[in-house]
Every structure is written in structure tokens, then in C-alpha cells.
């Protein structure tokens, strides 16, 4: 019977812990992310970055972008939505620069990405993928 008892418990406590409500505002705050796959032809890329949620729905973020041959840096802007149960989606344009390159015409390419992702930790934590066809992406964001 205790067996019994203590498997309802633990049922019950899983079962809060993914009912929690969240709003725009449980991912307010800077985050550190990085993400890894492959874009366009199976072109691999690998980024780091910081992305602000402003606890309203815009984001703001820099990021780093290694590709075979070249670093790009951006800065990005754009649109979160969440809902109740923890999932969400970023929407996102990149305003892509050739890292410190002189001989190379160093003219921004605006580019867009939309991530999908689950909130965890409470909202210390998002785990993400990339949305576009032919992308192939993962991304792990940590509250800052």
C-alpha cells in the first residue's frame, strides 16, 4: 500500500511540474546560447551568441557564426511567443557580416532563422531547433 502511495505522489509532482504555466515573462533576461548543425547543402555551422528577451515578445542578439572558410558576425532582432505548456517559437533577422575582413566587400546579407524550443529549468533554460526545410540545427540557450 506505502508502494502505492508513494508511486501516486511522484505521479502527481511529475504532473505539476509540467502543468506550470508559463508566460512571456518566464524567459525575461539575457541568455548565452550556442548552436550546431548543418545549413544549405549540408554546410556545417556551428554559433555563439547572447540573446535578450525583453519579457514582451521581442528579442534582441549578437552572435558569432564559424562556417567552412569564414566567421560571420550579426547582430539579430526580432519576435518570441510561448505558450502556457512551455513551447515556443523565436522568429529572427540575422544582419550578416564577413568577421573582420577587410579585402572582402564587407556588405551585411540579412538573413532569417526560426527556432522552435521547449522551456527548462523554469525558464534557466531553453532547448531549441531549427525550422526552416533543409536546416538541420540544435540549439541550447542558458539564462545568463
Known sequence: MKLINLMAIMGMAAASAFSQSHTLQTLKGSYIFTQQGNVQSNQSVTGLGTMTLDGTGNVTCNETIQLP?????????GKYYLNADGSGAIEIAYDLRIEADASIENTPQISTAKFKFYVAGGGKQLKAIRMENGVFVVANFDKN
Do not use: L, M
Not at 572558410?69 to 532582432?77: E, H, L, P, R, T
Open 69 to 77: 572558410g569564414s566567421n560571420v558576425v550579426s547582430n539579430c532582432a
